[in-house]
């Protein structure tokens, strides 16, 4: 059975860094679609950003772009987030998800992150950025 796992989260002020990791301890992640979500309080859970691990499709919503960079280690079944320049609007627990299916990669490169195509969750990792 895959399981995500997820470390990384803090608090930290405007302007600083954050990496996140996601790993699947004992599980290959080859195939999948991981994606990163998050979700602020009353707000509804959200699609940041996605990648591929057969062939490194990425994407990540406008408000990420220049800021967030995804990447993935498929030797050690891992994917990571790194979050620079962090905003206070970044503020949410974020969640590491799988997309198993086949055609995962297509919703990816067309930013199509919807949560019933992820399976699999990670536990969520709390990230709080003050001003």
């Known amino acids: 059975q895959l399981q995500l796992v997820e470390s990384g989260g803090g608090m930290v002020q405007a302007g600083g860094s954050l990496r996140l990791s996601c790993a699947s301890p004992g599980f290959s992640l080859d195939g999948s679609t991981i994606g990163w979500f998050r979700q602020a309080p009353g707000k509804e859970r959200e699609g940041v950003s996605c990648i591929n691990m057969n062939d490194g499709t990425l994407n990540y919503v406008d408000s990420a772009k220049g800021r967030f960079t995804v990447s993935r280690d498929n030797a050690n079944n891992a994917v990571y987030l790194q979050m620079n320049s962090l905003k206070p609007e970044d503020t949410a627990v974020y969640y590491c998800?799988?997309?198993?299916?086949?055609?995962?990669?297509?919703?990816?490169?067309?930013?199509?992150?919807?949560?019933?195509?992820?399976?699999?969750w990670g536990q969520g990792t709390q990230v709080t950025v003050s001003s």
């Open positions: 998800a799988a997309d198993i299916r086949p055609e995962s990669a297509y919703y990816c490169s067309a930013f199509r992150l919807a949560t019933e195509h992820y399976d699999y």
